[in-house]
């Protein structure tokens, strides 16, 4: 098992920044993938970016890519979504997910998530 604890979310006006953190626990030796997704009220979750844990280019959503960065610290077991040139369209509830091996990239274990809000 994995267990993923977000953090950083909060409130910002339209045009600033946020920085999440993901810290994870457990089985983390096990972990192919990272990523981050989010939830806007009345809206289906959607992928926002990934990185794979041992290294390799991240990839992202279209929506945040140039603005969003997914970064990660091995040692310290937490991935991070620094958010730039924030907009009230950012506006959601971020889930960080891990995808272990052997699980053709599904993501099986998720944290409870951290409300983002951008004003106008």
């Known amino acids: 098992q994995v267990q993923l604890v977000e953090s950083g979310g909060g409130l910002v006006q339209a045009g600033g920044s946020l920085r999440l953190s993901c810290a994870a626990s457990g089985r983390t030796f096990n972990i192919y993938t990272m990523g981050w997704f989010r939830q806007a009220p009345g809206k289906e979750r959607e992928f926002v970016a990934a990185?794979?844990?041992?290294?390799?280019?991240?990839y992202y959503a279209d929506s945040v890519k140039g603005r969003f960065t997914i970064s990660r610290d091995n040692a310290k077991n937490t991935v991070y979504l620094q958010m730039n040139s924030l907009n009230p369209e950012d506006t959601a509830v971020y889930y960080c997910?891990?995808?272990?091996?052997?699980?053709?990239?599904?993501?099986?274990?998720w944290g409870q998530g951290t409300q983002v809000t951008v004003s106008s």
């Open positions: 990185i794979i844990w041992s290294g390799g280019n991240p």
């Open positions: 997910a891990a995808a272990p091996f052997g699980a053709s990239g599904k993501y099986d274990y």
